[in-house]
């Protein structure tokens, strides 16, 4: 009985949060400016002009829009014109008693191409020509082991961590499908995808890739549709507000799929 | 006397006009098709001798079709289409293609792919049979598009999509992209540069590098793509809403 009316008072709680962050949604202006957007001055190369995105443009280093010859458009397999290495690392996985074997495999689709970038083993500078223009080295500058401001390991997803190699074990499950309610029992504690929404009012089945939860069903890279930045603080590019001060409700983005 | 005066400016303009074609310095764009990367008539295989060579327009356009059958293709073309087939950029390569798309390139961007697939002689045009010079030997990296498959299809899949629809399906603007009220730098909207509302190559590039059409500096393109040339990535952010 107790523990029902707790679930019952939970629910409630829940919902009257998503509501309130519903009719406010403060959301993000875009790339420009945002911490993908590279096309300032970017430190950290070895180049003798001291920056590594030398044509200064913000979509070339992750898309262009002819391959000229180069085949990391087909790297991906995923498409969207992708103009920027991809990482050939194979990660030590998450796992956990409760997800049914073969649920969560290695990263595929659209998470490579994050990856690319953030599991440190390949530069960022990786992108377009330079080394055919011969202006800037490729593969210089990586996440977690560059120069400022990339030096952060907390950037590092998917990173070398020990003897463990390339690890994702830490990170939330990715390239893992997202449970179909009909034919899985809803006691596995998710909610319709169908009918929940994001901050801008995206649904979140539309955020699944082939139906799986990939690193860009939490992020918005081009901070199109992620929540405002905390005063003062990060909005990790999130699509829901995870705390108050970024305007909506504690673990408002866990709350959304998880029925906890 | 004001005759004669401006008899001499137009000498000194003809000079002028004569001296960068002569000395052939490399193209300045956004300043119109005479002395652009699309003006052959210095080209080779393109001599002044022959009838009806040594022109501009005449490589690209016709004014009577002479019995031949380009015309068909709109705009008094001069020139042969490619057979060739493409592998598109779809939804079938990218399930986030939800705009109403032509299984293979239409309209301008077929006008565009006779000579930029490379699979066409560019000296072929009118009754000119050419040489065989195809953009291979042109210059490799104007090809567009340069990957094939094993059955010889061009593979489009890294190139920007063309010949498909602006507006959302149904209509109106789509998430993620701005208006086609939106104008570009030069003033057109980008309705304006669609082809019954399709993106083709024409709608990102001016083949004639139309002054005040095209940002000067760029690959004849309609808006810049660094922060000199108008804004970083101007031109993507033009249409997409990022």
Known sequence: MKKVLVAAMALALVAGGASLAMAAPTISSGIVGSPHDFSADMPGSTGAD??????????????????????????????????????????????????????????????????????????????????????????????????????????????????????????????????????????????????????????????????????????????????????????????????????????????????? | MKIFVSLIVQFILALCVSGVALAGPPAVFGTGIVGSVHDFSRASWNPEALSYKGEICNVCHAPHDGGRKTYKAGLLWNRQLSSSTYIMYDKSWSPGITHAQDSQPTGNSKLCLSCHDGSLAIDAFGSYPGTGWRMWDENTNKVIPRFKDAAGSLDMHGTHPISVTYAAPGGGTAKGFKPATNTWPGGLTIADTLQNGKVQCSTCHDVHDTPGEVVPGTQLLRAGLTAKQGGASALCLTCHDK
Not at chain 1, 203 to 226: F, I, K, P, W
Request: proline residues 5%; negative net charge; hydrophobic residues 30%.
């Open chain 1, 50 to 260: 001291g920056t590594w995105n030398t044509t200064g443009e913000i979509c070339r280093v992750c898309h262009s829009p002819h391959d000229k010859g180069r085949s990391t458009y087909k790297g991906s397999g995923v498409g969207l014109l992708w103009n920027h290495d991809v990482s050939s690392a194979t990660y030590t996985l998450y796992t956990s008693d409760d997800i049914p074997a073969g649920d969560i495999g290695q990263p595929v689709g659209n998470a490579k191409l994050c990856l690319g970038c953030h599991d440190g083993t390949v530069g960022i500078d990786s992108f377009d020509n330079h080394t055919a223009l011969g202006s800037a080295p490729t593969n210089a500058v990586k996440i977690g082991s560059g120069t400022d401001p990339f030096a952060e390991v907390a950037l590092r997803i998917g990173g070398v961590d020990g003897t463990n190699g390339n690890t994702l074990a830490g990170t939330h499950p990715i390239s893992a499908d997202y449970p179909v309610l009909a034919s899985d029992p809803a006691t596995r504690g998710f909610n319709d995808p169908t009918a929940k929404t994001w901050a801008d009012g995206e649904l979140v089945s539309d955020t699944l890739e082939n139906g799986m939860v990939q690193c860009a069903t939490c992020h918005d890279v081009h901070s199109r549709e992620s929540v405002a930045p905390a005063t003062g603080g990060e909005n990790y590019l999130l699509r829901q507000a995870q705390t108050v001060a970024q305007g909506g409700t504690a673990s408002g983005l866990c709350l959304t799929c998880h029925n906890k």
